[in-house]
């Protein structure tokens, strides 16, 4: 009986150890719909992340907890944009993408006749 009991536990142990190396680790990642535009500039943000659970935006114009949210820049400028992320056990991971997003004042007509 020892001899079963030991060989469940063994199997039930590598059953256990292989499931915890197939998790996927915590990573903050993103991309936006565009990088570039004049103003306004309307910016949809994509998560890329994974194993995470909440999400806390920062895009200097504003912030947000949703997992994809939209941005609306009306000045002209670089702005920084940065993702926190929060897994199931409270770990987090943080990504800032450093002057990510640009925004062009309107283009002025001129012309002369000469």
């Not at 004049?38 to 114009?61: E, G, H, I, N, Q």
């Not at 992320?85 to 002025?108: C, R």
């Amino acid at each position: 009986m020892k001899k079963y009991t030991y060989l469940l536990l063994s199997l039930i142990s590598l059953t256990l150890s292989s499931t915890s190396l197939t998790h996927a680790q915590l990573n903050a990642d993103f991309t936006a719909d565009q990088i570039s535009g004049c103003r306004p500039l309307v910016v949809s943000f994509s998560d890329l992340s994974t194993d995470a659970v909440s999400w806390t935006w920062d895009y200097s114009v504003g912030s947000s907890t949703v997992q994809n949210p939209s941005a609306f820049f009306s000045l002209p400028g670089t702005y920084d944009v940065r993702l926190i992320v929060t897994d199931i056990n409270g770990n987090t991971d943080t990504l800032i993408k450093e002057d990510y997003i640009s925004v062009f004042e309107f283009p002025t007509a001129d012309f002369r006749v000469d």
